[in-house]
């Protein structure tokens, strides 16, 4: 795996103590380190990495516009995690919706970060630890006070119960069995659901989930 970051952690003692852990691991390499957001932009489009861990609050260009452009330059193959002080950051939500897989708080320990990066880059951020489920749905139910109900388009019941368990945290194997359909269906309901929903990946299914009132902030995730 190649990353990137952390970029803007402050202090830089602290960004500097995670770059070396990091590379402490086998399969994981250090490709750049940024000290705010618009290097960061500028290194991942140079280095194409797997993974970019960036801090939601960075001097010069912020986490947010960071990961937009790094997700949208990249095709969505470089993954961002976000790293924020606080559990209930108001700026977590608007990360994930540009374009961040997950997050995580900055005192995680070691080993947690380590976990959350290996996670991230195999595409499941939003689906790991539960408290990332937890804090996405406080955020959106919050945002969705503000915002009006969408139905789901043109979804059929099928691609419905698939989002509302992609919103619960369920792998597809764990959906097939939940269905008692196949692997290969439920991938072809997840393509077609994301192509009418105009979804990039499973972290803004989720967000369309609890949006649309599929899934209820708080609600049991199995």
């Known amino acids: 795996m190649r990353g990137l970051g952390p970029s803007a952690v402050q202090p830089a003692v602290v960004r500097t103590g995670f770059v070396n852990l990091l ?118 139910h919050a945002r969705a006070s503000r915002l009006p109900v969408h139905p789901p388009a043109d979804l059929t019941a099928r691609e419905t119960e698939v989002l509302t368990l992609i919103a619960r945290g369920l792998s597809n194997a764990e959906i097939a069995d939940r269905l008692t359909i196949t692997d290969h269906t439920v991938k072809t309901h997840i393509n077609r659901l994301f192509a009418k929903l105009e979804l990039r990946d499973r972290a803004q299914a989720v967000i369309a989930a609890y949006e649309m009132g599929l899934v209820r902030a708080g609600a049991r995730h199995r």
């Open 23 to 140: 590379g402490t691991q086998e399969d994981v390499e250090v490709v750049g380190e940024a000290e705010d957001g618009a290097q960061a932009v500028r290194i991942a489009a140079e280095t194409r990495p797997d993974l970019a861990l960036l801090d939601i609050r960075m001097p010069h260009k912020n986490g947010i516009e960071a990961a937009r452009e790094i997700s949208a330059s990249s095709g969505g193959a470089t993954k961002v995690l976000m790293l924020t002080t606080f559990g209930l950051d108001e700026y977590v939500y608007d990360a994930l919706a540009a374009g961040a897989a997950g997050f995580l708080l900055k005192d995680a320990t070691f080993p947690e970060l380590l976990h959350a990066v290996r996670v991230v880059a195999a595409g499941n951020a939003l689906l790991a630890p539960e408290i990332t489920n937890r804090l996405i749905a406080e955020f959106v």
